[in-house]
């Protein structure tokens, strides 16, 4: 569960209040929350399939920039489906493990950012790689802002 002070940062760095606990699992030097890990459900009961959140402003603007510049098409043509497929499932299996066995409601679906095949969200897809997970597209968004900017991410 988040402390006060990390909801009060997320929520300005997202522009509004999470709708999930969350937990920081990466941050900056200073502290500054970059990765958060949300629970599997809403406060409300509502399945939450996006499980790592990228909230760092500065990485959010560049991989938007990249989004913008076709950077979803490009990227599902440059990593081999399998290994995709192979993310997708690993994350999902991650965020379903948090889930009691005993559960009966509706469940989140899909793998990173909710999606069962492809790449819907190359903020999802860093977000995870950036927290330990094996994620062929992230590793290419890295190397995308690597090149970028001249500096390894």
């Not at 629970?39 to 959010?60: C, E, H, K």
Request: charged content about 25%.
């Amino acid at each position: 569960m988040a402390q006060v002070d990390d909801v009060e940062r997320v929520t300005e760095l997202l522009g509004r209040s999470p709708r999930a606990e969350f937990t920081v699992i990466i941050r900056t030097p200073e502290g500054d929350p970059v990765v958060i890990r949300n629970a599997a459900f809403l406060a409300d009961g509502t399945p939450l399939p996006t499980r790592y959140w990228l909230v760092d402003l500065t990485l959010t603007r560049s991989v938007s920039q990249l989004e913008a510049a076709g950077g979803v098409r490009a990227a599902q043509a440059a990593v081999d489906p399998e290994e995709l497929a192979a993310a997708h499932r690993r994350y999902a299996a991650d965020r379903d493990a948090t889930i009691a066995s005993d559960h009966t409601g509706p469940r989140p679906f899909g793998g990173v950012g909710g999606t069962r095949t492809g790449v819907k969200c190359l903020h999802a897809h860093y977000a995870y790689l950036l927290a330990g997970g094996d994620d062929p597209v992230g590793v290419w968004v890295k190397t995308q802002l690597s090149e970028a900017d001249g500096t390894e991410q």
